[in-house]
C-alpha cells in the first residue's frame, strides 16, 4: 500500500535531520536557498497515487471530524498532481488537497492546516473514505514525526498509518514547529512544539469527547509526546504510543551522534532546505526556505534548560495514562540502555523489543505496532 521508496526516504530524512549534530557552534541564522525540485515520487503519496476532482471551495469531510481550517482546493493542483505537504515547504500558499492511493483505494489522503495557539501548521490525515459518519466511539491517533527537519508527507513512512486506517483509525500527522515546514531556528523549537501538539490533542478530545484518542511519537516526536502528554488533564488521552523513541537527554544524543560519525569517519550533512517563520526570537520574513549545514541543528532544537532531560523525566508525569515503548533491538541512535530504567520506574508502559530492527519502521515491525497499539490502546 505504500511506496517501495518508504525505507530509503525514511533513512535519508533522518540522517538529513540527525546529521548536523557534530558541529559544535552556537546556532547561527542559516543562509536562504531557493527550494530544490521536488521528485515525482514524494511529491505524491506514491508514483501510482489517482488524485480526486473536486471543485473549488470543497469541504472535505474529514475536516469536521479533526478541527481542521477551511479548504479551497483550486489552489493544490498543479499538472493535475495534488501538492502533498513537502510542496508547502516551498509553496506556502497551497492550502488543501486530496487524493486516493491506487494500492489502497479506499484510504483517502488529505494535507491542509491546522490553527493552534495562533500558528498555522500543516496537517496530513488518512482514513478511510467509507468511514466519516459521526461516531461517539470514533478512535484519533495524532501522530509526531521525528526530527528536527523531519516532514509530514505522505509516502516518506506510511507502513503504520495504513494498517491503523484498515481497523476503522483516523491518523492525522501535524507539521509541528521544528519539522521541514516550519521552524524558528536558531531559537529552540522544542516547547513549542510539545505546546502545539498539546494544544492540538485538547482540540481533537472537545470533538470527541466520547472517542479514543491516542498520541503516537516516533523518535524525537517521542520526546515531544512525552512533554504534551505530561501537561495534559489526565482524561484527554486514551494512551501514548512511542516509537523508537529518544530515550536520551539532547546533551547524551548529541555525545552519541559525534562519536558514531567520529567512528565511521563521516562528515554530517546539511538539513533539507526548511521554512523559517516569524518568531520573537528572529528577524526574518515569513515563509524564507534555507538548509542549515555545519550547525548543530538537532542540539539546537532544545531549550538550554531542556537539554539535560531524558524521555524518564517527561514519562514520570504520565503514570496515570496507558502507555506503549516500542525500541529497536539493534537502534543505536536512540539510548537503548535508558529503557530498562523506565520499565522499572514508570507506571502502566508496556515495553517491547523490535527484533533485528534498527531505527526505521519496516513493514513487518509497522504489524507488530498496529496490533500491538491496537490491542493495548485502541480496542
Same mark, same amino acid.
Given at each position: 500500500?505504500?511506496?517501495?521508496?518508504?525505507?530509503?526516504?525514511?533513512?535519508?530524512?533522518?540522517?538529513?535531520?540527525?546529521?548536523?549534530?557534530?558541529?559544535?557552534?552556537?546556532?547561527?541564522?542559516?543562509?536562504?536557498?531557493?527550494?530544490?525540485?521536488?521528485?515525482?515520487?514524494?511529491?505524491?503519496?506514491?508514483?501510482?497515487?489517482?488524485?480526486?476532482?473536486?471543485?473549488?471551495?470543497?469541504?472535505?469531510?474529514?475536516?469536521?471530524?479533526?478541527?481542521?481550517?477551511?479548504?479551497?482546493?483550486?489552489?493544490?493542483?498543479?499538472?493535475?498532481?495534488?501538492?502533498?505537504?513537502?510542496?508547502?515547504?516551498?509553496?506556502?500558499?497551497?492550502?488543501?488537497?486530496?487524493?486516493?492511493?491506487?494500492?489502497?483505494?479506499?484510504?483517502?489522503?488529505?494535507?491542509?492546516?491546522?490553527?493552534?495557539?495562533?500558528?498555522?501548521?500543516?496537517?496530513?490525515?488518512?482514513?478511510?473514505?467509507?468511514?466519516?459518519?459521526?461516531?461517539?466511539?470514533?478512535?484519533? #491517533? /495524532?501522530?509526531?514525526?521525528?526530527?528536527? *527537519?523531519?516532514? %509530514? +508527507?505522505?509516502?516518506?513512512?506510511?507502513? !503504520? @498509518?495504513?494498517?491503523?486506517?484498515?481497523?476503522?483509525?483516523?491518523?492525522?500527522?501535524?507539521?509541528?514547529?521544528?519539522?521541514?515546514?516550519?521552524?524558528?531556528?536558531?531559537?529552540?523549537?522544542?516547547?513549542?512544539?510539545?505546546?502545539?501538539?498539546?494544544?492540538?490533542?485538547?482540540?481533537?478530545?472537545?470533538?470527541?469527547?466520547?472517542?479514543? #484518542? /491516542?498520541?503516537?511519537?516516533?523518535?524525537? *516526536?517521542?520526546? %515531544? +509526546?512525552?512533554?504534551?502528554?505530561?501537561? !495534559? @488533564?489526565?482524561?484527554?488521552?486514551?494512551?501514548?504510543?512511542?516509537?523508537?523513541?529518544?530515550?536520551?537527554?539532547?546533551?547524551?544524543?548529541?555525545?552519541?551522534?559525534?562519536?558514531?560519525?567520529?567512528?565511521?569517519?563521516?562528515?554530517?550533512?546539511?538539513?533539507?532546505?526548511?521554512?523559517?517563520?516569524?518568531?520573537?526570537?528572529?528577524?526574518?520574513?515569513?515563509?524564507?526556505?534555507?538548509?542549515?549545514?555545519?550547525?548543530?541543528?538537532?542540539?539546537?532544537?532544545?531549550?538550554?534548560?531542556?537539554?539535560?532531560?531524558?524521555?524518564?523525566?517527561?514519562?514520570?508525569?504520565?503514570?496515570?495514562?496507558?502507555?506503549?515503548?516500542?525500541?529497536?533491538?539493534?537502534?543505536?541512535?536512540?539510548?537503548?540502555?535508558?529503557?530498562?530504567?523506565?520499565?522499572?520506574?514508570?507506571?502502566?508502559?508496556?515495553?517491547?523489543?523490535?527484533?533485528?530492527?534498527?531505527?526505521?519502521?519496516?513493514?513487518?515491525?509497522?504489524?507488530?505496532?498496529?496490533?500491538?497499539?491496537?490491542?493495548?490502546?485502541?480496542?
Amino acid at each position: 500500500m505504500v511506496s517501495r521508496m518508504t525505507t530509503v526516504l525514511v533513512a535519508f530524512a533522518f540522517a538529513s535531520a540527525m546529521g548536523a549534530v557534530l558541529s559544535a557552534q552556537i546556532p547561527q541564522p542559516p543562509a536562504f536557498v531557493v527550494v530544490p525540485p521536488l521528485p515525482s515520487k514524494v511529491r505524491v503519496a506514491n508514483d501510482k497515487s489517482i488524485a480526486a476532482s473536486l471543485p473549488a471551495g470543497s469541504l472535505d469531510p474529514a475536516l469536521a471530524l479533526l478541527g481542521l481550517n477551511p479548504c479551497d482546493y483550486s489552489k493544490s493542483y498543479a499538472n493535475g498532481e495534488p501538492s502533498g505537504a513537502i510542496a508547502m515547504v516551498g509553496n506556502p500558499e497551497v492550502d488543501c488537497a486530496t487524493w486516493r492511493l491506487s494500492e489502497a483505494t479506499d484510504v483517502t489522503v488529505f494535507s491542509g492546516s491546522v490553527t493552534v495557539n495562533e500558528s498555522k501548521l500543516p496537517i496530513v490525515a488518512f482514513y478511510d473514505s467509507r468511514d466519516l459518519v459521526p461516531s461517539i466511539s470514533r478512535r484519533i #491517533v /495524532v501522530e509526531v514525526v521525528g526530527g528536527p *527537519g523531519m516532514d %509530514i +508527507s505522505p509516502g516518506l513512512n506510511d507502513y !503504520l @498509518p495504513l494498517l491503523l486506517v484498515e481497523r476503522g483509525v483516523l491518523v492525522v500527522r501535524i507539521g509541528y514547529t521544528g519539522t521541514r515546514h516550519g521552524s524558528s531556528f536558531p531559537s529552540p523549537d522544542f516547547d513549542n512544539a510539545a505546546s502545539q501538539v498539546r494544544s492540538y490533542v485538547s482540540k481533537v478530545r472537545k470533538l470527541h469527547p466520547q472517542g479514543k #484518542v /491516542v498520541l503516537l511519537g516516533d523518535s524525537l *516526536g517521542g520526546m %515531544i +509526546s512525552a512533554k504534551a502528554a505530561g501537561d !495534559l @488533564p489526565s482524561a484527554t488521552l486514551d494512551g501514548l504510543a512511542l516509537i523508537l523513541p529518544l530515550v536520551f537527554s539532547a546533551n547524551d544524543a548529541t555525545q552519541n551522534f559525534k562519536d558514531m560519525f567520529s567512528a565511521r569517519n563521516q562528515k554530517p550533512r546539511a538539513s533539507e532546505p526548511i521554512r523559517m517563520i516569524k518568531s520573537p526570537h528572529n528577524p526574518w520574513s515569513a515563509g524564507r526556505v534555507a538548509t542549515v549545514p555545519g550547525i548543530d541543528l538537532f542540539s539546537g532544537f532544545f531549550p538550554k534548560a531542556a537539554r539535560h532531560r531524558n524521555l524518564e523525566s517527561y514519562l514520570a508525569k504520565t503514570n496515570g495514562l496507558k502507555k506503549l515503548l516500542a525500541f529497536g533491538e539493534i537502534d543505536g541512535r536512540t539510548g537503548n540502555a535508558g529503557v530498562a530504567s523506565i520499565r522499572k520506574n514508570i507506571l502502566n508502559i508496556e515495553v517491547i523489543k523490535l527484533e533485528r530492527n534498527g531505527h526505521i519502521i519496516e513493514k513487518w515491525v509497522a504489524q507488530q505496532l498496529a496490533d500491538s497499539m491496537w490491542d493495548l490502546l485502541l480496542r
